[in-house]
């Protein structure tokens, strides 16, 4: 076991995690010389909107060899909406490296994932990347670092921590901060520090296997492999085993056992304690079950993690396009695809409302809109409503959760910004200039308030804000009355958009259909310039008559339509509005179709 290092990779969103990993990979002669990876950036972000997005969703694992010492590494997300990624595979390391921007300093999820490194006593070194970036304040940085370990540490131990300098994306890393940042350096320094800081798993292979499955894959040969570290014990296929699940026990046989090389996985004739591996055969394995052997079944305790703070209601798509566009359509098919989900997203919840629809709980915005941009390239049609943030009743009074928000944004908008979460109650906490252009301000908000407040922060400062924001705590519920946009235009009728029609409705507003796209009625096809809704006939054509012919419409000039994102649409729809997802299309429509069953509802409300 003096052999094997388990380190997680863990730091805020953007602050250079994955691509790190990269040059661990290549520098560690990983690939071979010729192998493609080794032109190839982001290696790990494998799945198609982690590298669209940018960010990384899912948290990997990988391995490489430095100087006969195999080291498992963890990549894990930076974005506050997954951490439950961060939570459930921490506790498969020994020890973290914990990246720091230079010039961005400690953030939100810097606070949050270096507390549940040191809740687990994991050995934390502190890697101050982006050196080379202008304006990059090292010493602010280093103090704030010290700070926060100060803030967070549980013992005396945990304040003492190597610190190395690097820029990532070069591959070079110092253990001082160098003069001459284009000296030849690689990343040998941090290879040291993980083998000699970083200290070896417990080696306990006398007492009968056991591991905790922390992470589920699937191969179309073997099916579903369960991933975790061997926490005792020594196994081998064919081995049997007893599947400690949340209900009951179920005995197996392992059929097959793998460990990670790069970014294959490589068959074992045995695994020992302290090793991260992969087993086939457990087919009824979920994340937080303990697979022991049969001598001796003893349970470990099953994962904890943070509650949902957001949901939304998701059903079958019952618009009049209800199955023209997608394979699955069925409330059958979209429960089994989510129940799918819920295996291998354990901080996603889900709970029946009816028959054919039910509500899924996540932790943010963006990781219920991954899940849902993932269904629609499955082929599936629903539709959801606007997210709502999950309340509870502690000691006896009505709570709601609050945020730690972090806006950067260039000086001249930081008064437009301010105004703005004025209005959503709103509590400024910080506010520190990062250099001559950019502004930084930290508030304390409710998670209602955040709804929708990225759009309008981006319009507000031409698009330049970087907003982040963490779970903080649960308070008292206080009173928002926050109007986020104005009425919007609503198509009359069904049909065929066209451009007498459109020419009409872009007078009211800005539209979000162009000519010759069907529509129906009830669907949303513009946003209004004034609060209240309106009907509109999108689907008007001029009459013909013996001096106006149809080439007349030629002239009429339509101005672009605006085009949202799924987490756009998320952020733009009200309570009495759904968004309708299919693989080709996003429409926004009234939950009631037709006016006069809007207008019966409107009633209904009053009453």
């Keep these: 076991m003096a052999n094997i290092r388990n380190v997680a990779i863990i730091a805020h969103v953007d602050h250079g995690k994955t691509t790190l990993i990269d040059n661990l990979l290549k520098q560690s ?23 669209e997005r940018g960010i990384t969703i899912l948290a990997k694992n990988t391995s490489i060899s430095y100087k006969d010492t195999k080291i498992n590494i963890i990549d894990t997300p930076g974005h506050a909406d997954f951490s439950g990624e961060v939570e459930r595979t921490l506790n498969m390391a020994e020890g973290a490296i914990l990246l720091v921007d230079a010039l961005e300093g400690v953030m939100p999820q810097t606070k949050f994932v270096l507390k549940k490194a040191l809740d687990l006593n994991l050995k934390v070194i502190v890697l101050i990347n982006k050196i080379d970036k202008t304006d990059a304040d090292i010493n602010h940085t280093l103090k704030t670092v010290d700070d926060l370990f100060l803030e967070l540490a549980v013992d005396e131990d945990q304040l003492h921590f190597p610190v190395l300098y690097a820029v990532g994306r070069d591959g070079k890393a110092w253990e001082k901060y160098p ?13 040291e520090q993980i083998i000699h800081y970083i200290p070896e798993p417990k080696s306990n292979t006398q007492d009968p296997f056991r591991m905790l499955v922390n ?9 579903s492999l369960s991933v975790g570290k061997v926490e005792r014990g020594i196994v081998k296929p064919g081995d049997k085993v007893v599947l400690c699940g949340e209900r009951k026990n179920i005995p197996g046989k392992l059929d097959k056992i793998f460990t990670f090389n790069g970014l294959k996985l490589v068959e074992l004739s045995q695994a020992v304690a302290g090793d991260i ?18 001598d001796l079944v003893e349970p470990l305790p099953r994962l904890t993690l943070e509650e949902p703070t957001l949901s939304i209601d998701i059903g079958p798509n019952t618009s009049p396009f209800m199955g023209k566009e997608g394979d699955f359509v069925t409330s059958r098919q979209l429960l089994e695809r989510v129940k799918k989900e819920l295996k291998n997203n354990i901080a996603m919840k889900m709970q029946k409302k009816s028959d054919t629809s039910f509500t899924l709980f996540g932790r943010g915005e963006l990781h219920l809109s991954v899940f849902l941009e993932n269904l629609r390239r499955e082929g599936y049609e629903l539709e959801v409503s606007k997210p709502k ?12 959760p609050f945020e730690q928000l972090t806006v950067t944004v260039d000086t001249e908008f930081a008064n437009s910004v301010q105004s703005e979460l004025l209005k959503r109650r709103a509590v400024l906490t910080e506010h520190s200039t990062i250099n001559s252009t950019q502004t930084r301000l930290v508030y304390q908000t409710p998670t209602r308030s955040t709804l929708g407040l990225r759009n309008i922060l981006l ?4 698009g330049t804000a970087v907003i982040n924001s963490s779970f903080l705590e649960y308070k008292p519920k206080v009173e928002i009355n926050i109007k986020t946009r104005n009425g919007v235009l609503i198509a009359s009728q069904s049909g065929k958009a066209a451009s007498y029609g459109l020419n009409s409705a872009q007078t009211r507003g800005q539209l979000f259909i162009g000519s010759g796209v069907q529509v129906y009625e009830g ?14 006939n999108v689907c008007k054509e001029k009459h013909l008559t013996n001096t ?7 002239a009429i000039i339509l101005t672009p339509p605006l085009k949202y994102s799924l987490e756009q649409c998320l952020n733009f729809i009200e309570d009495d509005e759904l968004l309708e997802i299919t693989p080709q299309n996003l429409r926004m429509r009234k939950k009631f179709l037709s006016s006069v069953d809007r207008l019966r509802e409107a009633r209904k409300s009053r009453s």
Excluded at 29 to 51: A, C, G, K, P, V
Excluded at 215 to 223: P, V
Excluded at 278 to 294: H, L, M
Excluded at 389 to 400: P, Q, R
């Design 179 to 191: 003069e001459n940042q284009q000296d030849p350096a690689t990343l040998e320094c941090l290879f």
């Design 459 to 462: 319009t507000l400062t031409k």
């Design 389 to 400: 943030v999950v309340f509870k009743e502690i000691d006896g009074k009505l709570c709601e």
């Design 523 to 536: 669907m949303v096809v513009g946003i209004n310039s004034r609060d209240q809704d309106i009907e509109i």
């Design 29 to 51: 002669n990983t690939f071979r010389s010729n192998e493609h990876y080794m032109s190839e950036d982001l290696i790990m972000d494998s799945n198609d909107q982690e590298r």
């Design 548 to 554: 106006r012919s149809a080439g007349s419409d030629d």
């Design 277 to 294: 591996v992969s087993i086939a055969g457990v087919k009824e394995a979920t994340i937080g079950d303990t697979i022991c052997s049969e």
């Design 215 to 223: 992470s589920l894959n699937y191969d179309s040969h073997l099916g």
